[in-house]
């Protein structure tokens, strides 16, 4: 009975881990569950769209310049990635702040998700990450000495992927997880049947310039845990801890968005 009741514990172990790896990117990447949309947000806020090439076809970038001239001819720019449960037009009426600060917003669609095509895995956001920073290192509106990063939960490891190849600016990192990996095993999960690691911890390790990181300590989808872990890969970035969980941190976006400007200010006018 003994040797019974164990097989059938692994037998459903067994079952439960298959099924992990069988849907595990319609959980990392829900596009089935995503908003529609909308591409007047983007135009209704002065922005415009540029479709870049890929491997899979084209993804989308949201262009939305600043809306004071501080810089003059080249403005700095902050590249920002969404959570896997949102899209570009989301964020477009959200940034106004820091662009009334003379920053430059590129919105950066993953595959799959919006209008781009393909579809998303580790691998071609990835790509599409790097796409578009080299794009914008070309645009002579840009100062491409100061493009910083903003990445929301999934959007972290979107942003930090880029940096075994680039030196951006600043990172700004919102709820950001350590690694997927390090997700699967809070779920019993081995760490080897991740097909998209997204190992920010690593990402961040070697990164020299400014990061600021904002969690909150009820999140229950990437628990406070994943914070400490990437302050110990980069101890000299700033931090904030709020008192939210996953969805609604930070607890006040016009603070959040005052700490990202002084953060993102060139250093000669700091």
């Not at 994943?226 to 603070?255: R, V």
Request: contains cysteine.
């Amino acid at each position: 009975m003994i040797l019974w009741g164990l097989l059938a514990v692994v037998g459903l172990y067994v079952i439960y881990v298959l099924f992990f790896y069988t849907v595990q990117r319609r959980l990392l990447f829900p596009v089935h569950e995503l908003p529609a949309h909308n591409a007047d947000l983007i135009i209704q806020a002065g922005g415009e769209l540029v479709r870049l090439p890929f491997s899979q076809g084209e993804f989308e970038l949201g262009l939305l310049p600043p809306l004071k001239n501080v810089y003059g001819d080249k403005s700095p720019v902050v590249m920002l990635a969404h959570g896997n449960g949102n899209i570009i037009d989301d964020w477009a009426p959200r940034v106004d702040y820091i662009r009334e600060q003379g920053y430059s917003v590129v919105l950066v669609e993953y595959p799959g998700y919006g209008r781009s095509d393909g579809k998303p895995s580790y691998r071609t956001i990835k790509e599409c990450m790097l796409k578009a920073y080299s794009w914008v290192e070309q645009q002579p509106q840009y100062d491409k000495e100061h493009i910083s990063l903003l990445g929301r939960s999934m959007g972290g490891g979107a942003v930090l992927s880029v940096l075994s190849e680039k030196t951006p600016y600043a990172v700004i990192l919102m709820s950001t997880y350590s690694s997927v990996m390090d997700l699967a095993k809070q779920r019993w999960v081995p760490r080897f049947l991740v097909r998209d690691p997204f190992d920010n911890v690593s990402a961040l390790k070697n990164y020299k310039g400014r990061a600021f990181l904002v969690h909150g300590e009820a999140d229950r989808t990437v628990p406070i845990d994943a914070l400490s872990k990437l302050l110990a890969a980069k101890q000299d970035a700033e931090h904030q801890i709020h008192s939210t969980g996953h969805a609604d941190t930070p607890e006040n976006w016009d603070e959040f968005w005052v700490k990202v400007a002084e953060v993102l200010k060139p250093k000669a006018m700091s």
